[in-house]
């Protein structure tokens, strides 16, 4: 019971969002490296808060964190993530020409595989858990 009990754990919603969290972030330490900009901490949220906070709506919407699953995870992503890219743009003034639809599909790549990376390892982890029965 208390292995079950584990596997469980690696599924609660705090748990998914943090690593959903994390995954975005991550793309903007990626991207700050990449563009030798420094990773700071205005860096971050400037690149990494709008399109969090895009996602983490879409997925409250969507209940991806009420019934985890990639259907509910593939939708807050391709809500989120664009809403997001499009917030940025809007609070940093860059307007909606082609560099912000570059960034958009770029993001929306990458912030893909880091958030199908960091659920497959979970998925993964929770798998190697020993079942109790």
């Known amino acids: 019971m208390r292995t079950a009990r584990r596997a469980d754990t690696l599924r609660r919603p705090w748990i998914l969002a943090l690593g959903d969290a994390v995954a975005i972030v991550l793309f903007a330490v990626i991207g700050l490296a990449s563009h030798r900009e420094g990773e700071t901490a205005a860096g971050l949220v400037r690149n990494a808060g709008p ?3 895009g996602f983490l709506a879409a997925a409250l919407a969507v209940g991806t964190y009420r019934r985890p699953g990639v ?4 939708a807050a992503w391709i809500l989120g ?3 997001g890219v499009l917030l940025r743009a809007a609070i940093l003034g860059h307007g909606y020409g082609t560099k912000t639809f ?5 993001t929306v790549i990458v912030t893909g595989l ?3 990376a960091w659920r497959g390892l979970l ?3 929770r798998r190697a858990v ?3 029965d």
């Open 130 to 132: 020993p079942s109790s």
């Open 81 to 83: 993530v664009p809403a």
């Open 102 to 106: 570059t960034f958009m599909a770029v």
């Open 71 to 74: 259907r509910t995870l593939a």
């Open 51 to 53: 399109v969090l906070a």
């Open 114 to 116: 880091l958030l199908a």
């Open 123 to 125: 998925e993964l982890a």
